[in-house]
């Protein structure tokens, strides 16, 4: 009893010790990522105010005169030099004022990006999850079947997914299943809040378009993943154990396998923002991407500055869950100084 008593100390002891290296590497990655927000957001300050252009005088166009134009531009602030304007707009983001969109009503970007943000993130996630689910079985069966009719077919479909534009399968999927056999609506966005029925609907072309490409890239990647570790010497010697086809898959390879996925998995959440860009003008979904492709054409500083935070931290973050999954997937990876 005491010799069990004095090892859980030790025990506990040496867990703590474990967890250290990857407290400390997250810390250090949470510190560079503002780092890098910051610097990114203050090259999106400076470019949008070096672009050819005035916002001022393309609102009033032909209605206002030189006055109006330059009333205007004080009221909004434009007129002052550009680090007053960079000091301001970053005291004010410190304080969680991302200001408020030139244009109308003067809404408070935290209010567009409230609602926006959610839109492209409940495609890209299930756009994500649509890929994942095709990728993973197709892979290993084109892996498990190498140079057969099934992986000639995972092959084959890999290459057309890629090779089609978003938008180009995000109209024939509205001409098909929203205008010829009515399953579906054409355009729009119901929140999850009011259903997840009527949020599927609605999400769920558009997450295809987005997401086929997706699993192309993945599905691709796991046949090449899975062949490298099928052929590795661990996987001869637990076969040799006498282990099951299934253990062998899911317990020895896939895991080995998952690996450089999961890399290009976070490289690739880039993919599906940019197709989602795309792919929600054209299913009138007014999400994070139009919203900036709006406030671009538009000269909408704050409303551009407000949303490159937003995909800086989603991008940030996304490279932060991969650096966890590592972890999670094989556990002979730490993280030390």
């Not at 966005?189 to 009011?194: I, K, L």
């Amino acid at each position: 009893m005491v010799g069990a008593g004095s090892s859980e100390p030790a025990l506990a002891a040496s867990q703590r010790r474990e967890a250290e290296p990857m407290t400390r590497f997250l810390l250090k990655r949470l510190l560079g990522s503002i780092v890098v927000m910051w610097v990114v957001a203050t090259l999106v300050f400076i470019m949008l105010r070096l672009v050819p252009g005035d916002p001022i005088a393309a609102m009033l166009a032909d209605v206002g005169g030189a006055e109006e134009v330059a009333a205007l531009r004080r009221k909004l602030g434009l007129d002052q030099p550009m680090y007053v304007q960079y000091a301001k707009w970053f005291w004010n983001m410190l304080s969680g004022d991302l200001g408020a969109s030139i244009y109308g009503s003067r809404v408070p970007v935290s209010q567009i990006l409230v609602e926006s943000v959610p839109r492209t993130l409940s495609l890209a996630t299930l756009s994500a999850v649509i890929a994942i689910a095709i990728a993973v079985p197709a892979g290993i069966i084109a892996a498990t079947k190498k140079n057969t009719a099934a992986d000639n077919a995972v092959s084959f479909a890999a290459f057309l997914g890629l090779s089609m534009p978003d938008f180009w399968l995000a109209i024939l999927l509205i001409i098909l299943f929203a205008a010829t056999l009515q399953w579906m609506p054409a355009i729009g966005y119901v929140p999850m809040a009011e259903g997840f029925w009527p949020w599927l609907q609605h999400l769920i072309l558009p997450a295809i378009a987005v997401g086929t490409g997706f699993s192309a890239i993945i599905a691709r990647m796991i046949r090449s993943s899975m062949l490298e570790v099928l052929n590795a010497d661990f996987m001869r010697v637990a076969a040799s154990k006498g282990l099951t086809r299934r253990m062998l898959l899911i317990d020895h390879a896939l895991p080995n396998a998952l690996i450089p996925v999961v890399t290009v998995m976070g490289i690739a959440l880039a993919l599906l923002m940019a197709g989602a860009v795309v792919v929600e003008n054209v299913f009138a979904i007014k999400g994070l991407g139009r919203v900036l492709i709006q406030g671009i054409l538009n000269r909408d500083y704050p409303v551009v500055q407000g949303a490159v935070l937003v995909v800086s931290a989603i991008f940030i973050l996304s490279n932060l869950v991969v650096d966890v999954l590592y972890v999670i997937i094989d556990p002979r990876i730490r993280y030390e100084e």
